[in-house]
């Protein structure tokens, strides 16, 4: 099917996993065989070009805190694949319409003040909740009984963000530190994501090159930059990195190739 969708031009795919739990797959009728099979093809498609957009959803009202990190786990694993293979998420909301938003009391919709269009529209003075919530759906997620959504919905869209953000930095947490998905998620939760890359590195430092580092460190400031943080913390990295990073993105040769980088000995011949 792969093939036969690349010779009719596809160039991409938008592939809605939704979960990486085997119970929540069933709950929500999609039924992927979300093993070895899913990143198999995946990494296929990336393979032949094919720009894959993976999405996933978090805040079933059926899913458990387990359920969660089977999702973390699996966006992670598929995230390794390359750079461009990143999921997104999304955080279910209440949509006009929809089954869930039938069976669900509004006094269970939870209005996130994390978002950017949250703050965009109190910075324009807009008073959102004198407005239906139909009208604002997606600023709204859904109260979960098996967990605080606001406090894990909040940490899962900061782990996408740096699967996105970190890709180097995420395989080195996992290939060198042996840290699993779910640890990195739970370091997020407890630290935000610039206070876990002090302790990665921290924790890390005897165990990275120096140009394992200046890589991890690159990516901070590249996620400080384009996230609009840059008058807390300046971008001050120069080309000769830029390009070492660039080049790291189409080779994904973190830990086989860096040697080429590192300064040759040169003999000086005494007069």
């Known amino acids: 099917m792969i093939d036969l969708l690349y010779e009719t031009n596809c160039r991409?795919?938008?592939?809605?996993?939704?979960?990486?739990?085997?119970?929540?797959?069933?709950?929500?009728?999609?039924?992927?065989?979300?093993?070895?099979?899913?990143?198999?093809?995946?990494?296929?498609?990336?393979?032949?070009?094919?720009?894959?957009?993976?999405?996933?959803?978090?805040?079933?009202?059926?899913?458990?805190?387990?359920?969660?990190?089977?999702?973390?786990?699996?966006?992670?694993?598929?995230?390794?694949?390359d750079y461009f293979s990143a999921p997104n998420h999304s955080l279910l909301s209440p949509e006009p319409g929809a089954y869930i938003t039938s069976v669900?009391?509004?006094?269970?919709?939870?209005?996130?003040?994390?978002s950017v269009f949250y703050k965009d529209l109190i910075n324009s003075s807009m008073p959102i909740q004198s407005y239906n919530s139909k009208f604002f759906n997606h600023l709204y997620m859904i109260k979960n009984k098996n967990y605080d959504i606001e406090v894990m919905g909040v940490t899962a869209s900061k782990y996408f963000e740096f699967l996105k953000f970190?890709?180097?930095?995420?395989?080195?947490?996992?290939?060198?530190?042996?840290?699993?998905?779910?640890?990195?998620?739970?370091?997020?939760?407890?630290?935000?994501?610039?206070?876990?890359?002090?302790?990665?590195?921290k924790n890390m430092k005897d165990s990275l090159t120096v140009l394992q580092e200046e890589i991890i460190t690159y990516e901070l400031q590249r996620y400080w930059s384009i996230t609009g943080r840059t008058d807390e913390q300046p971008f001050m990295y120069e080309y000769p990195i830029q390009m070492?990073?660039?080049?790291?993105?189409?080779?994904?040769?973190?830990?086989?190739?860096?040697?080429?980088?590192?300064?040759?000995?040169t003999k000086v011949r005494m007069a």
Do not use: C
Request: aromatic letters at 12%; charged letters at 25%.
């Open 12 to 81: 991409s795919i938008f592939f809605g996993i939704e979960s990486g739990s085997e119970k929540i797959q069933k709950l929500s009728r999609k039924n992927l065989r979300i093993g070895t099979d899913i990143f198999e093809k995946v990494k296929y498609m990336r393979q032949k070009g094919i720009v894959v957009e993976l999405n996933f959803l978090v805040g079933f009202l059926e899913e458990t805190t387990s359920d969660l990190m089977q999702t973390i786990e699996l966006a992670g694993k598929l995230s390794s694949i």
């Open 104 to 114: 669900t009391s509004q006094v269970d919709y939870i209005l996130r003040k994390d």
């Open 166 to 201: 970190f890709h180097f930095t995420t395989k080195m947490i996992t290939e060198i530190w042996n840290k699993t998905y779910t640890e990195i998620f739970e370091g997020i939760l407890e630290n935000e994501v610039g206070g876990y890359i002090s302790v990665v590195i």
């Open 244 to 265: 070492i990073y660039f080049e790291l993105l189409e080779t994904e040769q973190l830990f086989y190739d860096l040697q080429k980088y590192l300064p040759k000995k």
